[in-house]
């Protein structure tokens, strides 16, 4: 990889300046669970998968979510609903105003167990 920092802070170049903005989307990935396991997968998620967001992240962000005055909320996985803390991070953030997106896979909803997702998404006014 070149260092192209040099290249861009030379004041005779005509490529754009970058400016940095405030985030108004935090796209979050709770872990690599799924109920399925695609071969196009870019995280290779899957049912054996067991890497997790911990509670304490999950914290964080809503934390963050409070601080940095954060829009939007796009959570994705694996499938992001199969986190122990997917409901609670989703009622939290709500709370706060915050929009959420929930990258769902949509086959999670004849899963046993989220029978109730659909219900849950939509008072929830999730995307």
């Known amino acids: 990889m070149h260092d192209m920092k040099s290249i861009l802070f ?3 170049t005509d490529f754009p300046s970058i400016d940095r903005n405030s985030i108004k989307i935090l796209q ?3 872990g690599y ?3 399925l396991s695609c071969v196009h997968c870019h995280v290779n998620a899957g049912p054996r ?3 997790m967001m911990s509670e304490s992240m999950i914290n964080m962000i809503i934390h963050y ?3 940095a005055g954060v829009s939007t909320l796009d959570v994705t996985g694996g499938a992001p609903e ?3 803390q997917f409901r609670s991070l989703v009622r939290r953030a709500r709370a706060l105003g915050v ?5 769902c896979n949509l086959t999670i909803l004849l899963e046993p167990g989220y029978e109730d997702l659909d ?8 995307h």
């Open 10 to 12: 030379r004041s005779s």
């Open 82 to 84: 199969m986190h122990p």
């Open 65 to 67: 979510l409070e601080q």
């Open 28 to 30: 979050v990935n709770l």
């Open 33 to 35: 669970r799924c109920n």
């Open 49 to 51: 998968r067991t890497e």
């Open 119 to 126: 219900q849950f998404l939509a008072e929830q006014g999730v």
């Open 99 to 103: 929009e959420v997106i929930d990258r």
